[in-house]
């Protein structure tokens, strides 16, 4: 007799439950309709992705090709010709004028006509041959200081080479002293490509969850159905649960749909497990769905939703690694940086595209997205629950 109340009790829950699922699941259907139906948002569902995507893998790149390089030779020897000819062999420096003045390498540096200037002083080849030192001037145009620097490691490393297979075997030796060889682990060929298609992941996950969620709690409320939803048998959380599950799945589908093409297209290699990429996915998208939640809380208008997310999204792209090492910040930003989840995504992203990383180097940076996910959803929740 005493177990009667129980079960009924256990019944009427298994019931409630299954109306609650029942409610989410048409709010999920309604929103997704309403996406789809909505040309602006469908476009930022279909096109961004691809977009993004193309721009960062064909635009976006630190690496350098055909660089204009001007040659002044004062040697004229069969040194100095092997010299420039070893400078464009790989594709790096292409040669865009010559001349025997000096002055004339330091005018068209300054009307940026060429980035790199080659001078070759008088006496390359004779000194080369004596393993006296040979000397060689390299000028860069510094304005743009990411391709200055790339420009001269790979000056850097022709000389040398250069040096090594010119010089008498005596000479090259003592000069030398060590026998350096150098070779890069994860991405032998520092293909910059590497490096920045798979962060696309995450600020593509990122712009919908925060755009899309923003876009259509703050349009609801514009044209007036939030409030007939609140008097609806709806309850909150279950209100919250249909507004973010449709973007979550379409957060899913561009992450899909962008490592699909990096592998496939760009040639990215993919060294770790999908499924760990799908779970800090999975756990990247509570923050970036409640950011967006967050974002409609202070929005009265479509139009400051939008702008709000933009103002949302540029610190957290610059303070996340994305172009710019974080080692390379002050510390207290690399600080503030871990509040970031951004942050703690990109490096789970790149380490198990490029180093195939498993859950037990990566653990740190799961748990914080775990935290903060968790953290910036109920807090964007609840004030959702007031504000509504």
Same mark, same amino acid.
């Given at each position: 007799?005493?177990?009667?109340?129980?079960?009924?009790?256990?019944?009427?829950?298994?019931?409630?439950?299954?109306?609650?699922?029942?409610?989410?699941?048409?709010?999920?259907?309604?929103?997704?309709?309403q996406?789809?139906?909505?040309?602006?948002?469908?476009?930022?569902?279909?096109?961004?992705?691809?977009?993004?995507?193309?721009?960062?893998?064909?635009?976006?790149?630190?690496?350098?090709?055909?660089?204009?390089?001007f040659?002044?030779?004062?040697?004229?020897?069969?040194?100095?010709?092997?010299?420039?000819?070893?400078?464009?062999?790989?594709?790096?420096?292409?040669?865009?004028?010559?001349?025997?003045r000096?002055?004339?390498?330091?005018?068209?540096?300054?009307?940026?006509?060429?980035?790199?200037?080659?001078?070759?002083?008088v006496?390359?080849?004779?000194?080369?041959?004596?393993?006296?030192?040979?000397?060689?001037?390299?000028?860069?145009?510094?304005t743009n200081?990411?391709?200055?620097?790339?420009?001269?490691?790979?000056?850097?490393?022709?000389?040398?080479?250069?040096?090594?297979?010119?010089?008498?075997?005596?000479?090259?030796?003592?000069?030398?002293?060590?026998?350096l060889?150098?070779?890069?682990?994860?991405?032998p060929? *520092?293909?910059? %490509?590497?490096?920045? &298609?798979?962060?696309?992941?995450g600020s $593509?996950?990122?712009? !919908?969850?925060? +755009? /899309?969620?923003?876009?259509?709690?703050?349009?609801?409320?514009?044209?007036?159905?939030?409030?007939?939803?609140?008097?609806?048998?709806?309850?909150?959380?279950?209100?919250?649960?249909?507004?973010?599950?449709?973007?979550?799945?379409?957060g899913?589908?561009?992450?899909?749909?962008?490592?699909?093409?990096?592998? *496939?297209?760009? %040639?990215?290699?993919? &060294?770790?497990?999908?499924?760990?990429l $799908?779970?800090?996915? !999975?756990?990247? +998208? /509570?923050?970036?769905?409640?950011?967006?939640?967050?974002?409609?809380?202070?929005?009265?208008?479509?139009?400051?939703?939008?702008?709000?997310?933009?103002?949302?999204?540029?610190p957290?792209?610059?303070?996340?690694?994305?172009?710019?090492?974080?080692?390379?910040?002050?510390?207290?930003f690399?600080?503030?940086? *871990?509040?970031?989840?951004?942050?703690?995504?990109?490096?789970?992203?790149?380490?198990?595209?490029?180093?195939?990383?498993? +859950?037990?180097?990566?653990?740190?940076?799961?748990?914080?997205l775990?935290?903060?996910?968790?953290?910036?959803?109920?807090?964007?929740?609840?004030?959702?629950?007031?504000?509504?």
């Amino acid at each position: 007799m005493s177990a009667a109340p129980g079960l009924r009790r256990a019944a009427d829950r298994r019931a409630d439950w299954g109306a609650s699922l029942e409610r989410i699941r048409e709010m999920v259907r309604k929103e997704l309709r309403q996406i789809f139906r909505d040309p602006r948002l469908a476009r930022v569902v279909l096109v961004a992705p691809i977009f993004q995507l193309l721009a960062f893998g064909y635009a976006v790149s630190t690496d350098i090709r055909d660089t204009p390089t001007f040659v002044v030779d004062h040697d004229h020897t069969r040194a100095s010709r092997d010299l420039v000819a070893a400078f464009v062999a790989p594709g790096y420096f292409k040669v865009s004028g010559r001349s025997e003045r000096s002055a004339d390498l330091v005018d068209v540096l300054n009307h940026g006509r060429a980035v790199v200037g080659l001078e070759i002083p008088v006496g390359f080849e004779r000194d080369l041959r004596r393993g006296s030192g040979a000397r060689v001037q390299v000028l860069l145009d510094g304005t743009n200081s990411n391709t200055a620097l790339v420009a001269q490691g790979y000056a850097e490393r022709i000389v040398a080479a250069f040096g090594a297979a010119a010089a008498p075997a005596g000479a090259a030796g003592a000069a030398a002293g060590v026998d350096l060889r150098e070779r890069a682990w994860f991405n032998p060929a *520092l293909a910059s %490509r590497n490096y920045n &298609v798979p962060a696309v992941v995450g600020s $593509l996950v990122l712009l !919908v969850c925060l +755009l /899309l969620t923003s876009l259509a709690v703050v349009r609801e409320r514009e044209i007036g159905t939030l409030e007939q939803l609140q008097v609806s048998p709806l309850r909150a959380w279950e209100l919250v649960a249909g507004k973010t599950i449709p973007f979550a799945l379409i957060g899913l589908a561009d992450m899909f749909t962008v490592t699909g093409m990096a592998v *496939l297209w760009f %040639r990215i290699p993919l &060294v770790g497990s999908l499924p760990l990429l $799908l779970l800090a996915t !999975v756990l990247f +998208l /509570l923050s970036g769905l409640g950011l967006g939640l967050l974002v409609s809380t202070f929005s009265m208008t479509q139009q400051e939703a939008f702008l709000s997310t933009f103002l949302v999204m540029m610190p957290t792209m610059l303070l996340s690694g994305f172009m710019f090492p974080v080692s390379s910040m002050p510390k207290l930003f690399q600080w503030i940086t *871990l509040l970031n989840p951004l942050r703690h995504y990109l490096k789970i992203v790149r380490s198990v595209f490029l180093k195939g990383s498993g +859950l037990d180097a990566l653990w740190p940076e799961y748990a914080g997205l775990l935290a903060l996910g968790s953290a910036v959803l109920v807090i964007a929740a609840v004030r959702f629950r007031r504000s509504a």
